[in-house]
C-alpha cells in the first residue's frame, strides 16, 4: 500500500509544473485523494482535494492557477502547476483519504518543488 509522487523540480517564477501521484495496494477511488505542501518551519497546507462526489477543493492561494485530476483506471493523481510563483515552493505530497472517517491515512514521501524569481 503506496503512494509515491514523481514530477518536482526547479522551475521559474510564471513556469510550469506538472505532479503526478502513483497509488498501489488499495482502492484508489474509495476515498477522496489530495495534494499537500508543506514548507519547512510551517503546518503542511492542503493545495487541493477531490471528494467522493467529484467535488474539488482548492486552496485560495492556488485557486485560477492549480488543476487536479485523476485516472482511476492507472491508479493516478495528477497536478497541474501553471502561473508558479516562489512562494509555491514546498515539498509536495499526495494523500488518500478514508471514506468514512474521512482522515488522511496514506501519505507519499513527497517531492521538491522549487520555484526561482
Known amino acids: 500500500v503506496q503512494l509515491v509522487e514523481s514530477g518536482g523540480g526547479s522551475v521559474q517564477a510564471g513556469g510550469s509544473l506538472r505532479l503526478s501521484c502513483a497509488a498501489s495496494g488499495f482502492s484508489f477511488n474509495s476515498g477522496g485523494m489530495g495534494w499537500f505542501r508543506e514548507v519547512l518551519g510551517k503546518e503542511r497546507e492542503l493545495v487541493s482535494h477531490?471528494?467522493?462526489?467529484?467535488?474539488?477543493i482548492y486552496g485560495d492561494s492556488v485557486k485560477g492557477r492549480f488543476t487536479i485530476s485523476q485516472d482511476d483506471d492507472k491508479n493516478m493523481l495528477y497536478l497541474q502547476m501553471n502561473n508558479l510563483k516562489t512562494e509555491d515552493t514546498a515539498v509536495y505530497y499526495c494523500?488518500?483519504?478514508?471514506?468514512?472517517?474521512?482522515?488522511?491515512?496514506?501519505w507519499g514521501q513527497g517531492t521538491q518543488v522549487t520555484v526561482s524569481s
Open positions: 477531490i471528494l467522493t462526489n467529484g467535488a474539488v
Open positions: 494523500a488518500a483519504e478514508d471514506y468514512y472517517s474521512g482522515s488522511w491515512w496514506l
